[in-house]
C-alpha cells in the first residue's frame, strides 16, 4: 500500500457527524477468507459468481472463564460435562459435510456463530438444517436466518418466521441472497428470538465492495465503495458484542421459565469468549485441541505491523449499549449500521476519536494506524463490563491490540488470524 495516511486523501481534521465454499465464503472455525477480494471483472458485467454455505443449528454447551466465582444453581452449571459450564444455542458451518455427518453434529454448538464473507453481487445460496436441541428434545423450536440490517432480502428470505418460513426439526431450507451493498452486518435467528439470540445464535456477515474488482491502487482492499480509497485496509478484525446471562442459560437446560424482565447479564463477551480468553489462538471446533474453547473458536486478538491500516469491524447483538475504547489511539470511524459516512456530494463525515459507542442492532466500521510497537486495550469503557460474574481482576470485554515492528506479521490470510 502506497499511503498509509488516514484517510487517504482526507485531512485529519476530518470527522463525521456521524452474504461447498466457493471462493472461501467461510471457514469451518469461523473466520472469513481474503479470497473473496480477488480481482474479478467490473462490476457492470458481474457474471453473479455462485457461493454456497450449510449451515446448521443446535444446542450445546461452552465455557466461561473459569475463575468467575460461582453462582449456585445457575453457574457453573450442574449438567456441564468437562470442561465446560454454560448451556448455549448456536450455528455451525457444516458446508461439504455429508449427512451423516452433518447429523453427528447435533449437541455441539459453536458460539460466535461462523464469520460468512462475499462480494457485492454474489448469488449466495444458504442452506439452513434445523438439528434439534440434543439437551432439551422436548423443544420443538425452530430455527431461522435472519440478516439484520440487510435490505436485499425478500420476505421469504428474511428470516422472520411470521413472515417467512422457520425451518423445523430434521428439515432444511436453502436461503437465497444477492447482495448490493457492502459493509458490515449481523445475522441471527428469529425464531423465539429474544430467547434464542440471548442463547447464542448470533453472527456476522461481511459484503465486500465491487471497488475490490478494479482497486485505485494495486492489491488494496477496501470495506466500502469509496472512491478514493480513503476505506482501504491491510487486515481487519471483526467483534460479535453480546452479554450472557448465567441463569437464562441454566433455566432453558433444567426445563425452567425466564422472565426476560429480570435481565442480569454475568458475562460480556466478543465473539463468544470474555477476557482473558479473547485473546487466546483462533480455534477448530471439529478439533479438541482448543479444548474448553473448542466451540468457542474466534479470536479477538488484534495482532499487526507498525504502519497497517486496521479495520475494525463491531456489531452488537447484545440488549446493553456498549462503548468501545482504546486509549492512546485514534479511530476513524467510517461507517454506521453498514452505511458509508460520506455524503451524496462527496463530503465524508467520518470521526476521529477513541470511543465507539454502538447500540443494541447496530454495526460500526472503524480504522486505524498502527503506531510504533506495544500493546494497547481494547475495552467497555463502562467498567462493570469488564468482570467475569462479579469476580476480581479484568474480565468481560476486553482485548488486546498487539503492534510489532514492519514485518513481524505476515499478510492476512482471513479476519481475526
Known amino acids: ?40 471483472p467490473n462490476r457492470a458485467t458481474v457474471a453473479h459468481p455462485t457461493k454456497q454455505v450449510h449451515l446448521a443449528g443446535t444446542d450445546g454447551w461452552v465455557a466461561m472463564p473459569g475463575d468467575a466465582p460461582p453462582d449456585p444453581p445457575f453457574f457453573p452449571d450442574p449438567l456441564a460435562p468437562s470442561p465446560f459450564n454454560t448451556y ?20 455441539k454448538a459453536q458460539v460466535s456463530a461462523p464469520m460468512m464473507a462475499f462480494d457485492e453481487d454474489d448469488d449466495v445460496y444458504l442452506t439452513l438444517t434445523n438439528l434439534g436441541l440434543a439437551t432439551r428434545p422436548d423443544l420443538f423450536d425452530g430455527h431461522t436466518l435472519h440478516w439484520h440490517g440487510f435490505v436485499n432480502a425478500i420476505p421469504l428470505f428474511d428470516g422472520v418466521p411470521e ?6 426439526i430434521g428439515r432444511d431450507l436453502t436461503y437465497f441472497y444477492r447482495p448490493h451493498d ?40 477496501y470495506a466500502y465503495n469509496d472512491g478514493d480509497g480513503s476505506t482501504a485496509y491491510d487486515r481487519e478484525f471483526a467483534f460479535m458484542l453480546t452479554e450472557l446471562w448465567s441463569a437464562a442459560h441454566y433455566r432453558d437446560a433444567h426445563i ?10 454475568s458475562f460480556w463477551l466478543l465473539n463468544g469468549r470474555a477476557y482473558p480468553d479473547t485473546i487466546a489462538a483462533n480455534g477448530d471446533p471439529l478439533s479438541t485441541a482448543a479444548g474448553k474453547l473448542q466451540y468457542q473458536p474466534i479470536s479477538s486478538l488484534i495482532r499487526c505491523n507498525t504502519g497497517d491500516r486496521v479495520l475494525l469491524r463491531m456489531s452488537n447483538l447484545g440488549y446493553q449499549n456498549h462503548a468501545m475504547t482504546v486509549d492512546n489511539l485514534d479511530l476513524t470511524v467510517i461507517a454506521k449500521d453498514a452505511s458509508l459516512l460520506k455524503g451524496r456530494d462527496g463530503t465524508t463525515n467520518y470521526l476521529t476519536t477513541n470511543m465507539i459507542e454502538i447500540g443494541p442492532g447496530e454495526s460500526r466500521d472503524a480504522l486505524f494506524v498502527a503506531p510504533g510497537p506495544g500493546e494497547y486495550l481494547l475495552y467497555d469503557r463502562k467498567y462493570s463490563y469488564l468482570e467475569n460474574g462479579g469476580g476480581a481482576g479484568y474480565g468481560g470485554m476486553m482485548t488486546k491490540i498487539v503492534v510489532g515492528p514492519p514485518g513481524t506479521y505476515p499478510a492476512q490470510t482471513a479476519a481475526n488470524a
Not at 32 to 38: E, K, P
Not at 163 to 168: C, E, I, K, R, Y
Open 1 to 40: 500500500m502506497t499511503d498509509k495516511s488516514l484517510p487517504r486523501g482526507l485531512s485529519r481534521r476530518s470527522f463525521l457527524t456521524s452474504a461447498g465454499v466457493v471462493g472461501g465464503a467461510v471457514l469451518g472455525g469461523g473466520l472469513l477468507s481474503s479470497s473473496q477480494v480477488l480481482a474479478a
Open 88 to 107: 448455549v444455542f448456536g450455528f455451525r458451518d457444516v458446508t461439504g459435510m455429508s449427512s451423516n455427518l452433518v447429523a453427528a453434529q447435533r449437541g
Open 163 to 168: 413472515l417467512s418460513l422457520a425451518v423445523p
Open 182 to 221: 457492502a459493509g458490515t452486518y449481523m445475522y441471527h435467528c428469529h425464531f423465539e428470538d429474544v430467547e434464542h439470540v440471548q442463547m447464542g445464535m448470533t453472527g456476522m456477515v461481511f459484503v465486500r465492495p465491487a471497488q475490490n474488482r478494479t482497486p485505485l491502487h494495486p492489491g488494496e482492499r
Open 256 to 265: 425452567q421459565v425466564n422472565d426476560w424482565t429480570d435481565y442480569d447479564p
